[in-house]
C-alpha cells in the first residue's frame, strides 16, 4: 500500500509565498506521476499542477506564473512553490501518486490566505 503525505499549509497573507512538500512511500516503486489537487468545500477538486516523471510540468491557467512544481523521483518526493498567493487560493491542498497503474492520495493540507 502507498501512502502520501503532504506538509507545509498554514496561515498566510495575501501577496505571500508558501511551499507545499508531498511524499509517496511503502510500495518501493517510483510513482510515474504525481500531482497537486485543490478543494475547497462545496465545489469540484481542481487540478493546480501535475509533474509526470521524465516529462514538464503543467499547470491549471489561475496559477501559472504564480506556482511551481518540482519534484525528485528518485524519492517519491514533489513540492509545490506558491507565491504571489490570493485569497482565491485558499483550499486544501491534495497530493496524488500515479503509482502501479493506480493513484494514491494524500489528507491534504490547508492553506488560508487571508489578512
Known amino acids: 500500500q502507498v501512502q502520501v503525505e503532504e506538509s507545509g499549509g498554514g496561515l498566510v497573507q495575501p501577496g505571500g509565498s508558501l511551499r507545499l512538500a508531498c511524499a509517496a512511500s511503502?510500495?518501493?516503486?517510483?510513482?510515474?506521476?504525481m500531482a497537486w489537487y485543490r478543494q475547497v468545500p462545496g465545489k469540484e477538486r481542481e487540478l493546480v499542477a501535475t509533474?509526470?516523471?521524465?516529462?514538464?510540468?503543467n499547470y491549471a491557467d489561475s496559477v501559472k506564473g504564480r506556482f511551481t512544481i518540482s519534484g525528485d523521483y528518485t524519492k517519491n518526493t514533489i513540492y509545490l512553490q506558491m507565491n504571489s498567493l490570493k485569497p482565491e487560493d485558499t483550499a486544501v491542498y491534495l497530493c496524488?501518486?500515479?503509482?502501479?497503474?493506480?493513484?494514491?492520495w494524500g489528507q491534504g493540507t490547508l492553506v488560508t490566505v487571508s489578512s
Open positions: 496524488t501518486a500515479w503509482v502501479a497503474n493506480r493513484w494514491f
Open positions: 509533474l509526470p516523471r521524465g516529462g514538464g510540468p
Open positions: 511503502g510500495s518501493g516503486r517510483r510513482a510515474n506521476a
